[in-house]
């Protein structure tokens, strides 16, 4: 499957592992690479030794071509920077944008700028301070998320830019990617489905929460940080949005304290980078103090296994899920299924469809005899 997305990444297929927090570890990269993907190392929550460290992790298992994660407001993301650039990786994401000076570095490197936006503004935004490719993400996705449906979303930014843009937010098969690519995507992003693997460091008993989800029950809420994020309703988000907003700061505080000494960074560190976020977004300062629940409360669930005590941060696809196959077998699978969903397509056009009906030939590029 040709697409400009592998073109432009080096992979195989045109199928992204996102970079969720403390979950794409250098195994999981590893393996999406070996399997025709492209992986994203999860840096954001990464020190500078540990990003380092992954990058050398992942090369050791594999040849393929792999991106970093980063955020902008961290107090070390200066030197994540330079890491990704002296290592010579494939690509870099981010959400945050970071300044054009930054951005020009990373592609006079040869550096691919791929970052997820939410809004079509964003998007318009992210290509013209120099993005080559976009992460598409509708409200359908896991984490922080729009309010834009994917099947809204990708249309209009589609109309909006040229670049090459990967669908994110509903997606776990290869029907879901040959629905992406006639909506003019150029292939597709997936964090649940990747989360939802052996190979994802994840523990069992909470992958289990995952498992036994329902799409009613992965839900959107500000409760954790003051942003609309999509996580499992379980008893922990139940508690959060029954709080009161003081009772909200003051664990966040408590949090904030907690991030600082896990991180090696000062309290004054992170109010520093705080306050720059605040300054560069349209958050509220509150929201932007808020931000610390989400790395300790999700940590709880997806590395100390304690889903019950901590968030779930899910794509609303986790419903639909019912399995753990391996990297490559989800690869494997999911390419099959398009080729499938593909040929269903074309079997609807019957005999005669290219005299009887030649705007469908025209739609798809099929000029053949």
């Avoid at 700028?113 to 809004?119: F, M, R, W």
């Avoid at 999700?298 to 005590?309: K, L, M, S, Y």
């Avoid at 690869?331 to 040929?343: C, D, F, K, P």
Wanted: glycine share 10%; hydrophobic share 45%; with cysteine.
């Amino acid at each position: 499957m040709e697409t400009r997305l592998p073109t432009l990444l080096g992979s195989q297929y045109p199928v992204i592992q996102t970079a969720m927090g403390w979950i794409a570890d250098a195994n999981l990269v590893a393996a999406t690479g070996r399997a025709g993907g492209f992986g994203f190392l999860a840096g954001a929550v990464m020190s500078p030794a540990e990003v380092e460290a992954g990058i050398s992790a992942i090369r050791a298992q594999t040849d393929a071509p792999f991106g970093v994660n980063f955020h902008m407001y961290v107090p070390h993301a200066q030197q994540i920077v330079d890491i990704c650039i002296a290592e010579q990786v494939g690509a870099v994401s981010y959400s945050r944008s970071p300044d054009a000076a930054t951005i020009a570095r990373f592609k006079a490197a040869g550096i691919v700028c791929i970052p997820t936006v939410g809004a079509l503004k964003h998007a318009v935004k992210a290509v013209e301070l120099g993005a080559d490719a976009l992460v598409v993400q509708g409200s359908e996705g896991g984490g922080h998320t729009g309010q834009v449906a994917t099947s809204i979303l990708l249309p209009q930014v589609r109309d909006a830019v040229t670049v090459p843009l990967a669908a994110a937010g509903g997606f776990r098969n290869g029907a879901g990617l040959v629905a992406a690519l006639s909506l003019g995507a150029d292939g597709i992003a997936m964090g649940t489905r990747f989360l939802l693997t052996r190979e994802s460091p994840v523990p069992d008993h909470t992958k289990a929460q995952y498992l036994n989800a329902v799409p009613e029950h992965i839900i959107v809420s500000a409760a954790l940080d003051g942003l609309p994020q999509r996580m499992v309703l379980n008893p922990q988000l139940k508690s959060l949005m029954s709080a009161s907003s003081v009772g909200l700061l003051l664990t966040a505080i408590k949090n904030a304290f907690a991030f600082s000494k896990q991180t090696g960074d000062s309290p004054w560190a992170l109010l520093k980078s705080g306050w720059r976020m605040y300054r560069a977004g349209d958050d509220s300062l509150v929201t932007t103090l808020m931000s610390a629940n989400a790395p300790m409360l999700i940590q709880e669930a997806v590395v100390h296994g304690r889903p019950e005590t901590g968030i779930l941060p899910s794509g609303q696809v986790a419903g639909l899920i019912d399995n753990l196959p391996l990297v490559s077998e989800l690869m494997e699978q999911l390419m099959e299924e398009a080729g499938a969903a593909m040929a269903r397509l074309h079997a609807l056009r019957g005999d005669g469809a290219d005299s009887a009906r030649p705007e469908l030939s025209a739609a798809t590029g099929d000029h053949s005899d």
